[in-house]
């Protein structure tokens, strides 16, 4: 009864006459949470032109100034997406007022299912000259209130598509939990985005195993797609499979694309991070990447799927392991030496956790070897040289440093060796590079768990999966402020702290102090990278405090040079192996306590 008088109200006061401030036409919506209406369903009524604004049409859409305002700690269920139509602008943003940390959530909109499954999209700009606004709201694409909610996860959530065109502009929102990708540009075809403009917004969890593969987990999906301004500021990305951006083999441009200012946490970048495809050469631009924190990016390392890395040829360098082409952080077709994108590329740092340094030397047999006078692929040479025509520096334009963010997920290591893991012998996976898993295939389809990707469904819980959070964690818990091994408060571009300014810089990192956990067994990684030249990195757990020795020898036992002989507290290490002044062969390493050794092979290719 409480729940029938409460849509009674509200169907009521949706129908009530509407006072128009500073020339918006406001539609006040109050939380839905019980009453069995849909957010969706209200805004296509409305936009119809079937609800009370009669058959004339919906006047206040076709004048661009009607406004959805949606209530603090309001709830917002969503079952179909709703489809604009030309020249029609959808905005919906929250109440206005002050919002008090730990207590106060930003309006929830949420993916509600229908016969068990959630809408694969909430929005389609599918007609000309769309425009969507969304302002201080989280979106999820699954009830998080629902036990087993994420299992059935769809696509993802705003689509420009084929048929239509428009802009959309995102500010101060949290979004996030998609299988597939969080917004998509030109699903089925090539279509034409204006402006896209996120700024001030986290963007979490992209991609789910239960539902697709390794190759889907994205921010933003272009595919053919013309885009006249792309504009990423002060954003925060968290926990993805596959890219943040993808343009991949685009048959249409980038006119101008600015990525500054953002914090990018946890990404497994299976197949880049930055993929962009087609940027003009010719255009105005600009074309910046500035300001930056990458805090384990690539987490996984590159796709070695020979049959997915034969599709990478925006870069032409190859892979020297396969002779596929090389998956690098960042990546734009080449442009002739007549044309040159106005790369501004500065003031980026990035850095590798003790765990992104541990999945880094597991997974080094399998992966690609980049060009030996570096340790990361985060640029492309053809990118390289446009930036030093521009006059930028590439070796200032990304810099390593030790960072330890306040309160972020785990990087997702689990996932990580599962995938590295052979898949053909069906016994239970131990994480320890001998059990089921993927088998470095990118596994799994549309509504068909990847192989071995084990639900634990006493826990509600996918084994290998991400941590994932739940919405008002990002509002109460999560922090992605740092220390770092240098001041980074002001080192930005503008004078600003690095990285999203939305955190803080909290001061410089001890020696001391570590962003992960102590490791609790022995362990020695494979050196990075492998086959090497002349350097290589080495990196080790020590379980508790003891003596601990390093050293390096020959095919025929002789001992060509110790690395580390001293007392370790418990921990994980990482050494670098100078090898200029040796041969080319087959070297073995060596991890001695008093406990146990550990042994392992490396190559050295002059």
Not at 79 to 107: E, F, S
Not at 555 to 582: H, P, Q
Request: charged share 15%.
């Amino acid at each position: 009864m409480k729940n029938a008088l409460r849509s009674l109200w509200l169907i009521l006061f949706l129908v009530m006459p509407l006072r128009v401030f500073a020339q918006e036409d406001t539609c006040n919506v109050p939380d839905l949470y019980g009453t069995n209406l849909f957010l969706n369903a209200i805004i296509a009524a409305d936009t119809a032109g079937t609800g009370w604004k009669g058959a004339s049409g919906a006047t206040a859409w076709q004048n661009h100034t009607r406004v959805y305002v949606l209530q603090k700690n309001g709830m917002y269920p969503w079952n179909a997406a709703v489809q604009l139509r030309t020249n029609r602008k959808l905005v919906i943003r929250a109440a206005q007022g002050n919002y008090v940390p730990g207590g106060d959530w930003k309006p929830q909109i949420y993916g509600y299912p229908v016969a068990g499954t959630p809408p694969g999209r909430i929005i389609n700009l599918n007609q000309l000259n769309d425009t969507l606004i969304l302002k201080n709201l989280s979106i999820c694409g699954v009830d998080e209130s629902q036990l087993g909610a994420i299992d059935k996860v769809q696509g993802n959530l705003i689509e420009i598509q084929s048929t239509g065109s428009g802009s959309i502009f995102i500010d101060s929102c949290v979004i996030k939990t998609i299988n597939g990708q969080l917004m998509q540009i030109g699903a089925s075809g090539a279509c034409h985005a204006n402006t896209i403009r996120i700024t001030n917004s986290i963007y979490a969890d992209m991609g789910f195993l239960g539902q697709s593969n390794l190759g889907a987990g994205r921010g933003i999906d272009l595919r053919n797609s013309e885009v006249d301004s792309l504009d990423i500021n002060n954003c925060t990305f968290v926990n993805f499979q596959d890219r943040i951006v993808r343009h991949l083999l685009s048959l249409q441009p980038i006119h101008s694309f600015k990525f500054n200012h953002n914090t990018v946490l946890n990404g497994m970048s299976y197949c880049g991070t930055l993929s962009l495809g087609w940027v003009d050469s010719v255009g105005n631009g600009p074309f910046e990447i500035k300001d930056n924190l990458f805090v384990d990016n690539f987490a996984m390392g590159p796709d070695t799927d020979l049959v997915r890395q034969s599709e990478f040829t925006d870069n032409p360098e190859n892979d020297l392991r396969n002779g596929k082409s090389l998956i690098t952080w960042i990546c734009a077709r080449p442009n002739t030496s007549n044309h040159v994108t106005p790369w501004v590329i500065s003031n980026n740092y990035y850095s590798i956790s003790d765990s992104g340094a541990a999945m880094r030397a597991l997974t080094a047999p399998y992966l690609y070897v980049p060009n030996p006078s570096t340790t990361e692929p985060i640029m492309p040479a053809d990118m390289k040289r446009q930036l030093k025509a521009n006059g930028g520096d590439t070796v200032l334009a990304f810099q390593k440093v030790r960072v330890a963010p306040t309160n972020v997920p785990p990087l997702m290591t689990k996932l990580i060796r599962w995938y590295f893991a052979p898949a053909s012998d069906g016994s239970p996976a131990d994480l320890t590079n001998t059990g089921a898993g993927a088998g470095r295939l990118k596994t799994g389809s549309s509504g068909t768990p990847a192989s071995h990707f084990i639900h634990d469904v006493t826990n509600n819980v996918w084994v290998y999966d991400m941590k994932r959070q739940v919405t008002p964690w990002y509002y109460d818990s999560f922090d992605a402020g740092y220390k770092a091994s240098i001041d980074l408060s002001a080192a930005a571009s503008d004078g600003k702290v690095v990285g999203s300014k939305m955190w803080s810089f909290k001061g410089i990192l001890t020696s001391v102090e570590k962003s992960d956990a102590a490791p609790t067994r022995y362990s020695l990684g494979q050196n990075y990278p492998n086959p090497f030249n002349p350097s290589t990195k080495i990196a080790y757990g020590v379980a508790k405090q003891t003596n601990v020795k390093l050293e390096v020898f020959d095919i025929l036992g002789r001992k060509i040079a110790t690395l580390v002989n001293e007392s370790k507290n418990a921990g994980s290490y990482s050494v670098e192996f100078d090898a200029s002044k040796i041969v080319s062969g087959v070297y073995i390493y060596r991890l001695s306590t008093p406990e146990l050794t550990i042994s392992k092979k490396m190559m050295l290719v002059k």
